[in-house]
């Protein structure tokens, strides 16, 4: 099933009130679905070749005769050349961002967005329901419609939509894993459940028994999902920018998170290395985000505004050439797709170009005036670079006009060196050439510098061969992780870990409205300071009992508060209850998972019936039979003289006469004075 289904009639009234979502149809015809199936057959012909090869080597050691070696070699050569095949094929998969990127947008660079990991169908209910008749006493199949329950959000997770929606689903079946693991994962036996997950970049299988590879896998889709759905933002609005910035951070959170919880996962896309270079590659886009927020507007064409705006493409640069020193380290850059890292180096040197573009504007456009703030100039060329040519002061920088047009002309050349590296290494990686907007972008940027170089060109002048210096790198908006915001449910004591007596009924008939004993915790209700010459006591009831039903309402989910007011109007006949003891001899204590707030748990009485505290404890209140669900927090037209704005690949006439033009003018208008980048 690839729908998760509602049980017993319940409605899906959407909102964090819903039961569970819907994934996305798998034989949806867009192009995100048709590349994820695409993976899904890869990963099959991968299994179904490396099983080949497994054998073929198996056979080779096994054999002596020299002629079957012969042949199992030969096979093996075959073997080999289909899976370097498939895993080419693989790496163009994940080289292919065109269809995560905005389908209306062709005027930003692209972004890099991961791809879902791909797994295979479990089967929980035989086992499940064995185990629940074996350890807890019960029929199993009075939790059929549960354990499908379970097995549909665990399918809908394999297709989530690019939405909010899709990452609730994957948030919801993530929050069931720790119930499911402590009610069914014993650390003394094996559950013969097999989870296999393919790595996103290989495609081998990794199986395990256990859910952690199960948790770590769905929480990798969870970051990879942000992903799509940050590249998928209009980023030609503010709004658009803001929610690509906000889902690259936490996928950045997301992966953080996961490397930081599992650290020792088999697969290798989820190992620490790989998952370094992808919170890096995530915080560089979320940072490249950030600095077209701030461009968007328009880029105000004075000399303070260019030094900013210089400063903030140099650290966009420097965070790419960062991204790509650790793709290009021995563990990862042999599964890491050429694309990306060809793209990181294209993106740290256009960033780069772009910032020394920047400050050759300000040096060039902007002589120092006797209206302008001298000592503010001077303070900020100087923050600009980390050291200056011998004999030049900042100071003398800006009132010799000779000099200033030296230096920015020495920037000016350095921008279109830049520019044409980033073109050369376009040029290299034939993924990239089918990104016909990067190229557009690229070029314009390019032939951007080289008018700024021939209008202030002067052929009486020698050829100046003063090097510009470096730009310090500085933003004032950084990019960082953001750790998803977490709610667990409350921890329960019904643990695969521990032993259970069958349910035992006990009829209670209160005295003088007592009824022998008192009720602490909070899910599931405990038994504590029983009278032992109580009804009750005498009934078989036992202190560190655990209520598990009054007359025919299921308790296990229910608090004190709700336990006793279906004790308050019992009469003179009484009521039955179902109780459970642990077997062991020692009392449960907690495990490290658990998580506390401190404060004492509270101890009821009789006595508090008639006080009603939901107000004052709002932890008590009424729950559902389900384990409550994380939740993960996501959450111009005309352009003065006197702005600058970016290049994009906008072509004239391809957006309606009714769309307002883009923020961000075409390739075509490199040519306006009023758009200088």
Known sequence: MTDTLLPNGIKDSG?????????????????????????????????????????????????????????????????????????????????????????????????????????????????????ILEHYSEDGKDYEDEIADLMDLRQACRTPSRNEAGVELLAKYFSHLPLVESRFFSPSRQTGIFFTWYDSFTGVPVCQQN???EKASILFNMAALYSQIATRSDRQTVAGL?????????????????????????????????????????????????????????????????????????????????????????????????????????????????????????????????????????????????????????????????????????????AILGHEEALRIYGLCHHLNKLEALQDILKASHQRSLNKSSENEN??????????PDIISKTEHKAEMEVPATTKGPLSVFSAKQRWTAPRTIRLRPEDRDLGFTLKGETPVQVVSLDPLSPAAAD??????????????????????????????????????????????????????????????????????????????PKSRKVTKKSSFISWGLKNKLKSASTLSLPTADHSGTLPWNKPCPTFPSSSSYNNDSALY
């Not at 052929?459 to 510009?468: L, N, R, W």
């Open 242 to 414: 803001e929610e690509a910035i906000s889902s690259f951070q936490i996928a950045a959170g997301t992966l953080n998170h996961l490397k930081e919880t599992f650290t020792h996962t088999p697969s290798y896309d989820m190992s620490p290395a790989m998952l370094s270079m992808l919170i890096r590659m995530m915080l560089a886009q979320a940072q490249e985000c950030l600095f077209e927020k701030i461009a968007l507007p328009g880029i105000r064409n004075q000399f303070s505004s260019l030094m900013k705006m210089a400063q903030e493409a140099s650290r966009v640069s420097e965070i790419y050439d960062q991204v790509h020193q650790s793709m290009i380290q021995t563990p990862i850059k042999d599964n890491v797709p050429l694309f990306w890292s060809t793209m990181t180096q294209v993106k740290a040197n256009h960033y780069r170009s772009m910032a020394h573009f920047f400050v050759a504007s300000a040096l060039l456009d902007h002589q120092l005036g006797p209206s302008d703030d001298e000592d503010q100039q001077e303070k900020t060329l100087s923050q600009v670079y980390d050291r200056l040519p011998e004999g030049r002061s900042p100071l003398d920088i800006l009132k010799n006009k000779d000099e200033r047009t030296r230096i920015g002309k020495a920037h000016i050349r350095r």
């Open 540 to 617: 078989g009831l036992k202190e560190g009992d655990y209520i598990v039903t009054v007359g025919n309402t299921d308790c296990k989910w229910l608090g004190v508060t709700e336990v006793m007011r279906l004790l308050k109007d019992v009469d003179e006949e009484g009521i039955d209850i179902q109780v459970v003891s642990v077997m062991d001899s020692n009392p449960p204590m907690p495990t490290k998972s658990a998580t506390f707030c401190g404060n004492l748990p509270k101890t009821y009485s009789m006595i508090c019936l008639a006080y009603n505290d939901d107000d004052k404890n």
């Open 15 to 131: 909102g964090d009130s819903s039961y569970f979502r819907k994934g996305c149809n798998p034989f949806a015809q867009t192009g995100r679905s048709k590349l994820q199936n695409t993976r899904a057959s890869l990963n099959q012909q991968i299994i179904k070749q490396m099983r080949m090869r497994a054998g073929a080597e198996n056979l080779l050691k096994a054999s002596s005769n020299n002629k079957v070696k012969e042949m199992v070699l030969l096979e093996l050569s075959y073997v080999n050349s289909n899976l370097q095949l498939l895993m080419g094929e693989l790496e163009g998969l994940n080289s292919s961002v065109e269809v995560y990127q905005n389908t209306q947008e062709t005027a930003n660079i692209p972004l890099i967005a991961l791809g879902l990991k791909e797994t295979k169908e479990v089967d929980y209910s035989t086992l499940f329901k064995d185990f």
């Open 459 to 468: 052929e009486e002048e020698f050829t100046d061969y003063t090097e510009a």
């Open 211 to 213: 859910l952690s590879l």
